[in-house]
């Protein structure tokens, strides 16, 4: 099970390391910039496709 938190905050450490902003981040892997804004926030947890979409972008993240 992925823990909301850890997830966010990884997702932080992917966003910063490649210089994006939500939206930046969210135009590369393809989903709409709210899906972004609502998994940071803890709103939201992110699904499988979503997951499978930031490792396909962004290859060094592990």
């Not at 909301?4 to 939206?23: C, I, P, Q, W």
């Amino acid at each position: 099970m992925i823990n909301n938190d850890k997830f966010s905050e990884r997702l932080h450490t992917v966003m910063d390391y490649h210089g994006l902003s939500a939206s930046a981040f969210a135009e590369r892997i393809g989903v709409q910039r709210s899906s972004i804004s609502h998994i940071l926030s803890g709103r939201n947890k992110p699904s499988l496709d979503f997951v499978m979409k930031v490792l396909d972008e962004f290859s060094d993240v592990d």
